[in-house]
C-alpha cells in the first residue's frame, strides 16, 4: 500500500514541482483527491490484517496533502465520506478492493459531485 506522506519523498516532490509551474495570481488552481481503493473500503476489509492500518494512511495522506494545498492557496475536493457512504449500499469499483479504477457508477458519482463544486467554485450555484 503506497502512502503519500512526508515519508515519501518523490510524491512530494513531485507535487511541490508541479504546482510551482502555475501562478496562483493568475489561475485557480483545484485539486481533487481521490482516496485509495483501500481507505474507501476499509470497513470491508478490516477482517484481513494486512488492511489494518488503513485508515491511518488515509488520515496522515490527507494531513499533508491539506499541509501542501494550504501553503498555495489551493482549493480541494475531498469527496472521501461521501464516496464511502455510498459504497455502503453500491460498489464504486469493479471487482476487489484492489482495482483501484472506479466502474460506471463510480465515475457517474464523482463526475456529478466534481461537476456541482466547479459549479458553485466558478458560479455561485
Known amino acids: 500500500m503506497s502512502?503519500?506522506?512526508?515519508?515519501?519523498?518523490?510524491?512530494?516532490k513531485n507535487l511541490i514541482e508541479?504546482?510551482?509551474?502555475?501562478?496562483?495570481?493568475?489561475?485557480?488552481?483545484?485539486?481533487?483527491?481521490?482516496?485509495?481503493?483501500?481507505?474507501?473500503?476499509?470497513?470491508?476489509?478490516?477482517?484481513?490484517?494486512?488492511?489494518?492500518?488503513?485508515?491511518?494512511?488515509?488520515?496522515?495522506?490527507?494531513?499533508?496533502f491539506n499541509k501542501i494545498i494550504k501553503s498555495k492557496n489551493i482549493k480541494a475536493l475531498n469527496f472521501t465520506d461521501q464516496?464511502?457512504?455510498?459504497?455502503?449500499?453500491?460498489?464504486l469499483h469493479d471487482c476487489s478492493a484492489k482495482d483501484s479504477h472506479f466502474n460506471k457508477k463510480g465515475f457517474e458519482f464523482i463526475s456529478k459531485k466534481i461537476s456541482n463544486e466547479l459549479n458553485q467554485v466558478f458560479?455561485?450555484?
Open 3 to 12: 502512502s503519500f506522506n512526508e515519508q515519501n519523498i518523490e510524491s512530494k
Open 18 to 64: 508541479t504546482l510551482s509551474f502555475f501562478s496562483n495570481e493568475n489561475v485557480k488552481i483545484i485539486i481533487n483527491y481521490i482516496p485509495s481503493t483501500y481507505t474507501i473500503y476499509h470497513k470491508k476489509l478490516l477482517k484481513n490484517k494486512k488492511f489494518l492500518n488503513s485508515e491511518k494512511v488515509y488520515a496522515n495522506n490527507v494531513e499533508y
Open 83 to 91: 464516496i464511502i457512504k455510498k459504497t455502503e449500499t453500491s460498489p
Open 123 to 125: 458560479y455561485g450555484r
